[in-house]
């Protein structure tokens, strides 16, 4: 083996330590220590003696930031402590009956003030340090536990590897939020917009996105921050006795603390806070969407301790939706892979909750009417969540005097078919199934994450096939070369190739997912599992008659009719057929097994699942041959948990009954 040099350990804890400080100074208190070409040369000489002597390498080396490993897959874990959420107050009104309750439940109320906190709008996650070093992130999950993204945290510089405490008790826990500083977020949504990739809907969705990627190398290129607003130390620390005492713990360990906490004494000065912050949000880089209002004193936090889902000595003030005016220079009409017609008003670019937006819905026709927006006018706009902004209001008395009420077309912008609205529906649509706006929208949703996943055939890259005239159909998309690809504009000979190989790896996902892509309507992701177990395989499904779809457990009329329609149209029975010769998956594997699987498997289901309901969820689990029960006892086999689990949840854990979240579930009916 090879021997040491005393010198050369010397001078790694020396360059490691150099640099941890130099990274500390520059990402945490934003005050460099050095310039950039000089951490870059010493990072370059650690980065040297680790190669030469790898067993030197440690986890809290700065050279392990940005992860090679790939993850294969992310893992569950059980949270140390399980994370709560917050209960949320929507006006002052609702604060002050917040605190009417938390005081009315103390037999006496010492001397206590509030702390005052932003809250952040990323995703929550929880840091372990074992003897002051990083062993363990884990996103928030459903609160009791979350998946593994060590590798990820890694590569955010405002995470320290190492803490700086001498002594650092053996186990100490930090949550805090992750997030997308705004500048950040909107140069990634530019970039995926240039590789025709689906946007983020915004910075919280990316920032959850980012975290849970298999390449940390992706996740190293999108700068992820974090504040850190918890620690739990499973040791007494008799100097901690407040929040505030807590930030500061955490900003002289390390942590990047969000600098614009405030104590108060009572709520008619923290209103102050909430107005201030309620203006002074926009002017932040990166995303509020309001304030933690926490009682500082630990003494009384503990005394009043949580309810199932929160703890009642905090509570979150949430300021409303933004809006913000605009004037609208155009009014035209989308038209959606159902052929679905969606008016939109292109408006002068405006900037809210952090992006600029240009377009927003007006829903339907009817929604048009009422609103009777023109041209010119001057309009409110709300961006609640999604990337797509609504008009909420048009401010007549600013309307100019030479507008003209909007009218529908009649005639598809696409196609120039004549569009329907039939009786007693509110959505207008195009019903020429070789409209190009149909056939750009079922592509899309074909290669969508939720359905077949090819990576990199996003809107741009379908619109582009579809112009060259590259595909006709779903079918076309895997008689593709990667020469034809490369032709593509902004397309070269690697991505092609990366295409190609995500288009052959498809073929491989499931019979449900390919029922899903499809897109027939009312056959969501649920439904299509539902259907793909029970018929096994397509041509029984092709088969079906109305009556033995309506027979099945959680198939109603209208979907078992869209479903018959859909296999009357000569077009899709002979899609079905390429599909078939070009080896997609168009039976479920293992049919028998699978119900062998689940069969004799109790389950009882608590908490808010992630996306399902918990009656799809029974559907799901009673069609893969699975028993659903309401109670808990030895009898079953599995709790599924999903946010704020309450009392089932602790009988199981006292029973050790297997604890499971809706993915491993969804995972367990998929494999089986
Ligand atoms: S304290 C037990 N403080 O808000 C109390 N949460 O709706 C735990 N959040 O999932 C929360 N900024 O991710 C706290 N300064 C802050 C926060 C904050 C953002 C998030 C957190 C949590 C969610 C609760």
Not at 304 to 311: A, M, N
Not at 478 to 491: E, G, H, N, P
Request: hydrophobic share 35%.
């Amino acid at each position: 083996m090879l021997e040491i040099p005393l010198n050369i350990i010397e001078k790694i804890n020396q360059l490691k330590t150099t640099l941890q400080s130099a990274s500390y100074a520059y990402y945490v208190l934003d005050n460099p220590l050095m310039e950039d070409v000089i951490y870059d040369q010493l990072y370059r000489e650690l980065q040297e003696l680790e190669n030469e002597y790898p067993s030197l390498i440690t986890l809290d080396s700065p050279t392990q930031r940005v992860g090679d490993k790939l993850n294969s897959q992310l893992d569950s874990v059980k949270h140390n402590i399980p994370l709560y959420s917050l209960e949320n107050a929507f006006n002052f009104n609702e604060l002050k009956q917040w605190e009417n309750r938390w005081q009315k439940q103390l037999e006496k109320i010492t001397e206590f003030n509030y702390i005052c906190e932003l809250k952040i709008d990323g995703s929550a996650i929880a840091l372990t340090y074992e003897n002051g070093i990083f062993i363990r992130g884990l996103t928030r999950g459903d609160g009791i536990t979350g998946e593994d993204i060590t590798n990820n945290l890694r590569t955010i510089h405002s995470i320290p590897l190492k803490l700086n405490i001498d002594n650092p008790p053996p186990i100490i826990e930090i949550r805090g939020e992750a997030f997308l500083p705004l500048q950040e977020f909107n140069r990634i949504n530019e970039e995926r917009e240039k590789n025709g990739e689906n946007l983020f809907a915004n910075p919280r969705n990316a920032t959850a996105g980012t975290l849970r990627q298999l390449d940390p190398n992706i996740v190293s290129q999108r700068k992820l921050q974090f504040f850190a607003y918890n620690s739990y130390l499973f040791s007494k620390n008799a100097n901690i006795t407040t929040q505030k005492e807590s930030l500061n713990f955490l900003q002289e360990i390390g942590f990047l603390v969000n600098p614009n906490y405030q104590s108060f004494q009572n709520l008619e000065q923290i209103k102050q806070y909430l107005d201030y912050w309620e203006i002074e949000r926009k002017n932040l880089p990166y995303m509020t969407d309001g304030v933690v209002v926490k009682i500082n004193q630990f003494s009384l936090q503990t005394e009043l301790g949580f309810t199932q889902k929160f703890p009642r000595w905090a509570i979150a003030v949430k300021y409303p939706a933004e809006e913000v005016t605009t004037t609208v220079e155009k009014i035209t009409i989308n038209v959606g892979r159902t052929g679905a017609v969606t008016p939109m008003a292109i408006m002068k670019p405006v900037q809210i909750a952090g992006t600029t937006v240009q377009r927003a819905t007006l829903h339907n026709s009817d929604r048009v009417q009422e609103l009777d927006i023109r041209v010119g006018d001057t309009v409110i706009i709300r961006k609640a969540g999604e990337i797509i902004p609504e008009v909420v209001e048009v401010i007549k008395d600013l309307r100019p005097s030479n507008t003209h009420p909007y009218q529908m077309p009649s005639n598809c912008p696409e196609c120039g078919s004549t569009l329907l609205r039939p009786e007693n529906e509110i959505v207008t649509r195009c019903v020429n199934s070789s409209c190009p706006a149909i056939l750009r929208g079922s592509l899309i949703h074909w290669a969508s994450r939720e359905a077949m996943d090819i990576r990199g055939l996003g809107e741009k890259v379908v619109i582009s096939l579809m112009e060259y005239k590259l595909v006709k159909s779903i079918a076309d998309i895997y008689k593709l070369t990667s020469f034809q690809i490369a032709d593509l504009d902004r397309m070269g000979d690697k991505s092609a190739q990366k295409l190609i190989t995500s288009i052959e790896d498809s073929k491989k996902q499931s019979f449900s997912r390919v029922l899903y892509g499809l897109g027939i309507r009312y056959v969501g992701a649920v439904n299509a599992q539902i259907l793909a177990e029970n018929f096994s395989n397509i041509d029984n499904l092709i088969q079906a008659k109305q009556e033995n779809l309506e027979a099945i457990y959680g198939i109603g009329i209208e979907i078992a009719s869209s479903v018959v329609e859909w296999f009357k149209i000569p077009e899709n029975i002979i899609l079905i057929q390429e599909l078939k010769s070009l080896n997609l998956n168009l039976e479920t594997k293992n049919n028998t097994q699978k119900l062998g699987n689940l069969a004799n498997k109790t389950f009882v289901i608590t908490g808010t699942l992630p996306t399902l309901k918990r009656s799809e969820a029974k559907k799901l689990i009673e069609n893969a041959g699975g028993k659903v029960n309401n109670t808990i006892s030895t009898k079953i086999d599995y709790l599924v948990v999903g946010e704020d689990s309450g009392s089932k949840l602790e009988k199981a854990q006292k029973l050790q009954l297997k604890i499971i979240t809706e993915s491993e579930l969804l995972t367990m009916i998929d494999n089986s």
